[in-house]
């Protein structure tokens, strides 16, 4: 009997950390894609397509290193290449250094298959995402960033250890920007149909130092080990899986949001043709202040970027 073509998923920078962690996860959640690693590193590349590809015996998912030109012709390119931040650098100063390396990497995946998704990671990913979407020439809707997700995991597994639910059950998003303007949605948050804040164990905390909590991080994981991946490796797999399998899930995620004007990171379903539905989350007075700052922040950047 033929064996049904797998789907592929291309990792651009799979021979960093970041990206080796998403092609990991890919593997050992079982998803049944044929992952290509490319790196500008060859050596790099081949290493980690090597190591990954010895995980997957006994799974349904393979891994191999590519090139840019294969990478173009996978269903979902998820780009990770780029520098990173160095302790307490913010995810914004990197905008220099990475904006020609997506530039750059845009230009040697053409022609790029017309139904592929990409997915953005490199930092700062709002505006690369903005950047990668003009510069690919796919549509709006197929050009998406990992945006606000992994914080909204870190708030979700926060509030889980404060209230005792499980965080799969708990629905709040760190909203705006995959950066230090990003702002917990407090009033559109809930749990088991009652807002969040109506919870008796969130009366009276300090949501400040909460929000500050999850927005400092990543800077508390790279002081202490240099930088993050595991968190963002399963996460970007999560998010590949739901574009692979047309699952029409919901994730806080960079996209490209009409009555703002901006990529930004917002609730959004996605599905095998990118975004479907974006949603017009309510939020209140301080909120709005704060996305505010968010949008104008991004925008300047992607303006002074394009
Ligand atoms: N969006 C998110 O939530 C997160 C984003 N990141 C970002 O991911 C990016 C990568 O971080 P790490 O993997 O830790 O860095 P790393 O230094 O381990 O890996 C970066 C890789 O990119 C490759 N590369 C550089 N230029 C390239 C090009 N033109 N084409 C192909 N490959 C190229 C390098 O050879 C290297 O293998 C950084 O920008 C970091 O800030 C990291 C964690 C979370
Ligand atoms: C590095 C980064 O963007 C994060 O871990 O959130």
């Not at 807002?195 to 949501?207: N, R």
């Not at 963002?232 to 899930?249: D, F, K, P, R």
């Not at 996209?255 to 309510?282: R, T």
Request: hydrophobic share 40%; with cysteine; net charge neutral.
């Amino acid at each position: 009997m033929a064996s049904i073509p797998k789907q592929k998923v291309a990792v651009i920078g799979g021979g960093g950390n970041v990206g080796a962690s998403i092609a990991f996860a890919l593997i050992a959640k079982g998803v049944p894609a044929e992952v290509l690693i490319v790196d500008l590193s060859d050596k790099a590349a081949l290493g980690q397509a090597l190591d990954i590809s010895d995980a997957s015996f006994t799974m349904p998912g393979t891994c191999r290193q590519a090139s840019f030109k294969e990478a173009g012709q996978a269903d979902v390119i998820i780009v990770t290449a780029g520098a990173r931040q160095k302790p307490d650098e913010p995810r914004s100063n990197l905008i220099d250094r990475n904006y020609t390396i997506i530039k750059s990497i845009m230009d040697g995946l053409q022609p790029i298959k017309s139904t592929a998704k990409i997915l953005l990671v490199s930092n700062p990913v709002d505006v690369l995402t903005h950047i990668a979407q003009t510069t690919s020439g796919l549509p709006r809707e197929q050009v998406i960033g990992s945006g606000t997700y992994l914080d909204s995991g870190r708030l979700r597994n926060t509030l889980s250890d404060i209230t005792g639910v499980s965080p799969t059950s708990i629905h709040a998003y760190m909203l705006g920007e995959h950066g230090d303007n990003q702002f917990t949605g407090w009033s559109s948050a809930r749990i088991g149909g009652l807002p969040l804040l109506d919870h008796p164990k969130l009366l009276g905390l300090d949501l400040d130092s909460i929000n500050q909590k999850i927005a400092r991080k990543a800077y508390e994981i790279i002081e202490a080990k240099g930088s993050t991946y595991y968190g963002i490796g399963m996460c970007a797999a999560i998010i590949a899986e739901a574009l692979l399998n047309n699952t029409s899930q919901v994730f806080p995620l960079t996209h490209y949001v009409a009555n703002l004007g901006c990529y930004m990171s917002w609730p959004a379903a996605i599905g095998s043709s990118g975004v479907e539905q974006s949603f017009d989350v309510k939020l209140d007075s301080t909120e709005t202040k704060k996305l505010d700052i968010a949008v104008k922040a991004i925008k300047e950047a992607c303006a002074k970027y394009t």
